[in-house]
C-alpha cells in the first residue's frame, strides 16, 4: 500500500489551507432569505465558517489543520496554525453559529454533509492531548451537539438513502458521523448510525457501480462499502462484500479501478473528480484493511490507491475550484485512520 501522510505533504496542506480558510470572497452560501434582512455577508452570517468557498469547505479546512497540528506538532507552521485556531474558536464565535440554526428556515441547512464535517471536526478536537486542542473542543461542542441533535432527528425519518456521490450522500455522512461518536465515546450515537447503514445497504448485492458521474467526488460503490466496513463484524463484512462486489479481486467492475479523467479543473463542479480519486483511496485502503488477506484482491486493491493518488495529488492546489478543499480529501486518503 502507499506510504503514509509525510511531514512534506503535511506542511504543503497547511500552507494550502491557511490560504483560504479566512478568505471570504468569492463565496457560496446555502442560505435561506425569509426578508430583507437576511441579506449579510458571509463573515456575519458565520463568525468561524465564513471562508474557503462555502461553509462546509471552511469546516473540513479547520478540520484538515486541527488534524495536521495533532499529527505534526513540529510543523514550521505549527503556531501559526495554533494562532488562527485559536482566534477562531471563540464562545462569541461559536454562540453566533449556533445563532444561525435556530431560524425553521436553516432546518436543512448543511444537511446531511457539512453536519458530517462538523462533527468530524469535533471528533479530532477530541483527540487533542493538548491544553490548546482540549479547550478547542469544549468551546465547540455546544455546535457539535447540536448537529447531533440533527442527525438524531433525521435518521429514523430518512426512509431511503441518498446514493449520489455528491454533497447529499448518507453513506459519507455516516462515515463521518461515527468517527465522532467514537471520539465522544457517544456509544448510542454510533448505534443509530449503524442501524441506519444497515437498514439502507445491509442488503445490497452485485452493485453495477455506474460511476463516475460528471460532478461526483465521491464514489456511490465505494463509500457504501467503507461505511458497511465500519459496522460490520469483520466476518460478517467480508461475506457482505463478496455479495456486493463479487468480482473484485478481478478488479472488475473496472470503473472502481481506472481514475476519473478530469477535462477542466477551473470548472468547480467537474474538478470534483480528483476529490472521486482521493476518495476512491481513502475507501479502498479502509475496504482492504476490514477484510480477510486475499493476495489477488489486495493487489489490485494496490494498484488501483496508488493509480488514483497519482492521478489527483498534484491538483490538490492550482485553481481555487479545487484548491479550497482537495487537501482535507488527500489527508483522508492519505492518513485513512483518525486513531
Known amino acids: 500500500m502507499p506510504a ?4 512534506e505533504l ?3 496542506f497547511a500552507q494550502i489551507a491557511l490560504g483560504h480558510i479566512t478568505r471570504e470572497y468569492p463565496n457560496k452560501l446555502d442560505h435561506v432569505l425569509t426578508d430583507a434582512a437576511d441579506i449579510r455577508s458571509p463573515r456575519e452570517l458565520h463568525p468561524i465558517f465564513f471562508g474557503s468557498f462555502d461553509w462546509h469547505s471552511c469546516v473540513h479546512a ?3 489543520l486541527a488534524r495536521l497540528y495533532r499529527r505534526f506538532p513540529q510543523l514550521p507552521v505549527a503556531e501559526q496554525i495554533r494562532a488562527v485556531l485559536e482566534g477562531q474558536f471563540t464562545a462569541a464565535k461559536v ?5 444561525y440554526l435556530e431560524p425553521a428556515s436553516s432546518r436543512g441547512f448543511e444537511r446531511p454533509y457539512g453536519w458530517a464535517w462538523l462533527l468530524m471536526l469535533q471528533g479530532e478536537l477530541l483527540r487533542h492531548m493538548s491544553v490548546q486542542g482540549r479547550g478547542w473542543a469544549q468551546r465547540l461542542a455546544p455546535l457539535a451537539a447540536a448537529f447531533e441533535r440533527r442527525f438524531e432527528a433525521f435518521l429514523p425519518l430518512a426512509t431511503y438513502p441518498i446514493r449520489a456521490g455528491v454533497h447529499s450522500n448518507t453513506a459519507f455522512a455516516l462515515m463521518l458521523a461515527r468517527d465522532y461518536a467514537r471520539a465522544a465515546r457517544h456509544d448510542s450515537f454510533a448505534d443509530l448510525c449503524a442501524d441506519c447503514a444497515r437498514r439502507w445497504y445491509g442488503a445490497d448485492q452485485a452493485c453495477p457501480a455506474w460511476e463516475p458521474s460528471q460532478d461526483e467526488f465521491l464514489s456511490p460503490a465505494l463509500i457504501e462499502a467503507a461505511l458497511m466496513a465500519d459496522v ?3 466476518d460478517a463484512f467480508a461475506g457482505w462484500f463478496g455479495a456486493f462486489l463479487p468480482d473484485a479481486a478481478r478488479a472488475l467492475p473496472p470503473t472502481l479501478f481506472v481514475p476519473a479523467a478530469v477535462s477542466d479543473r477551473s470548472d468547480g463542479k467537474i474538478a470534483h473528480l480528483d476529490g472521486l480519486n482521493l ?3 481513502w475507501c479502498w485502503r479502509r475496504i482492504i484493511d476490514a477484510l480477510p488477506d486475499s493476495a489477488a484482491l ?3 486493491v494496490s494498484d488501483a490507491v496508488n493509480v488514483h493518488l497519482s492521478s489527483a495529488l498534484e491538483h490538490v492546489a492550482g485553481d481555487y475550484m479545487g484548491e479550497h478543499w ?3 480529501f488527500a489527508m483522508l486518503a492519505l492518513d485513512p485512520v483518525s486513531d
Open 298 to 300: 489486495k493487489r489490485v
Open 95 to 99: 454562540a453566533g453559529e449556533l445563532a
Open 232 to 234: 460490520l463484524e469483520a
Open 279 to 281: 476518495s476512491r483511496a
Open 10 to 12: 503535511a506542511a504543503r
Open 326 to 328: 482537495l487537501a482535507s
Open 62 to 64: 479547520h478540520w484538515l
Open 4 to 7: 503514509a501522510l509525510n511531514a
